[in-house]
Every structure is written in structure tokens, then in C-alpha cells.
């Protein structure tokens, strides 16, 4: 009598049974929240930045509507501010205080909601930097309406003197 140890066809089917279930994968995989996704690019950018200490967020802007397939990109924009915490810490993100004076950043770029992806694409700079910016292009902006009002003035001073030329008269 054949016992099951010695039946190749259980083998097989158990083998066969083995790689389907490796070759079909879970139908939905899950999507992260919109704010979970910022929060792993948070870390990410930490990650990734050259910085002293960790950055938290601070301000999530409002979320996008629009399409809900979590694999195409979402835009994000949010701020984050410097922490006390060292890079090196082991103690969670939330746990860190923020820095007094500590730097803040504005961040924009995409996020993707799939979590097995994971991926984040950002631009984060220093809030002063983009006020310096601002006041650079305002000041840039005066300048030039300055420049413009000297030079039509200037126009306007020439015409007059040539309109003021009158030929001059043979004198006898």
C-alpha cells in the first residue's frame, strides 16, 4: 500500500499550492492616510538631510482632492521646525521638542500613498531663506518703478528743451 509520504503527486501539489501563494500577491496592498504618507517623507527627509537635528512637522496644508489610485503621485506642502533632538537619538520624533529659534523649513513635493512604496519626492527650504527671496524681488520691483518714473522724467525734460530750441535768426 502507498502511504502519502511516498506519493509524488502530494508533493507536487503541495509545491504547486507553495508558489501561488509566493506568485499571487495580496489584491490591496495598504494605503497610507495622507498625513501618514507626510509623516515617512518627515523621516525621509531627515534621513536624507545633512542637518544637525531632526526636524517635526508643524503645519500639514490641506490635502488634495482628486484621484484616490494611492500610486499616483500626490502633491504635498507642510512645514517642519528643527528639534532639540540629535540625528543620533533613538527616542521617537514625537518626543522631541522643538528648538527655540530653531530653524523652519517649507517643504513641497509629491508623495505616493501605497505604503509598500514608500516614495517621496521633496524640496524643503528655510522660511527665511524664501522671505529674503521675497524681499529680494520686492526690492528688485521698487527699484525698477524708480528707474522707470527718472527715466520718462528725464524723456519728458528733453522734449521740452527741444521744443524750447528756436532756430536761430540771421542777425544783421
Request: with cysteine; hydrophobic share 30%; net charge positive.
Amino acid at each position: 500500500m502507498e502511504t502519502q509520504k511516498d506519493s509524488p503527486s502530494l508533493g507536487r501539489w503541495s509545491l504547486l499550492l507553495l508558489l501561488l501563494g509566493l506568485v499571487i500577491t495580496p489584491a490591496a496592498s495598504r494605503a497610507l492616510s495622507y498625513r501618514e504618507a507626510v509623516l515617512r517623507a518627515v523621516n525621509g527627509f531627515n534621513q536624507q538631510s545633512s542637518e544637525e537635528n531632526l526636524y517635526r512637522l508643524v503645519q500639514l496644508n490641506s490635502q488634495p482632492k482628486g484621484d484616490e489610485d494611492p500610486n499616483i503621485p500626490k502633491p504635498v506642502s507642510f512645514t517642519v521646525k528643527e528639534t532639540v533632538c540629535p540625528k543620533t537619538t533613538q527616542q521617537p520624533l514625537e518626543q522631541c521638542g522643538f528648538k527655540d529659534n530653531g530653524l523652519v523649513k517649507q517643504c513641497e513635493g509629491t508623495v505616493i500613498l501605497d505604503e509598500d512604496t514608500g516614495y517621496f519626492d521633496l524640496n524643503c527650504d528655510s522660511i527665511l531663506q524664501v522671505k529674503k527671496i521675497d524681499q529680494l524681488k520686492e526690492l528688485i520691483t521698487t527699484g525698477v518703478q524708480k528707474i522707470g518714473k527718472k527715466i520718462r522724467r528725464i524723456g519728458q525734460r528733453i522734449k521740452d528743451i527741444l521744443k524750447n530750441l528756436r532756430p536761430r535768426g540771421e542777425e544783421s
